[in-house]
């Protein structure tokens, strides 16, 4: 089972961007699935986005199909989501995870393997 890092939360303005990071230890990275979830403060974790073991397919929740794009180096490890177009209702703790299977699964918290402890990203008006 693989241990994940979160980095790259912070406070922007709505409009800004950030970039999430993701860096996983152990030698099979490359066979979960990769991405993140979010919650925001009273709410439940919802799915954002996720990436196929190889990388050649996505999926992404509504909200984030036309503002965040995601990718993943499995030489080192490493997954990144990046965000532009920040709004306010995207304030909450972004949490990396790790499933095996296939993406189609990903977007349920129960088939998920291993989380990270998260990140605060912090949207301002």
């Known amino acids: 089972q693989v241990q994940l890092v979160d980095s790259g939360g912070g406070s922007v303005q709505a409009g800004g961007s950030l970039r999430l990071s993701c860096t996983a230890s152990?030698?099979?990275?490359?066979?979960?699935?990769v991405g993140w979830f979010r919650q925001a403060p009273g709410k439940e974790r919802e799915f954002v986005a996720a990436i196929s073991w190889r990388g050649d397919s996505t999926a992404f929740a509504d909200y984030a199909k036309e503002r965040f794009t995601i990718s993943r180096d499995n030489a080192k490890n490493t997954a990144a989501l990046q965000m532009i177009n920040l709004k306010p209702e995207d304030t909450a703790v972004y949490y990396c995870?790790?499933?095996?299977?296939?993406?189609?699964?990903?977007?349920?918290?129960?088939?998920?393997?291993?989380w990270g402890k998260g990140t605060l990203v912090t949207v301002s008006s």
């Open positions: 995870a790790a499933a095996r299977g296939v993406l189609a699964d990903f977007p349920y918290t129960y088939n998920i393997n291993s």
């Open positions: 152990g030698r099979t990275f490359g066979s979960y699935v």
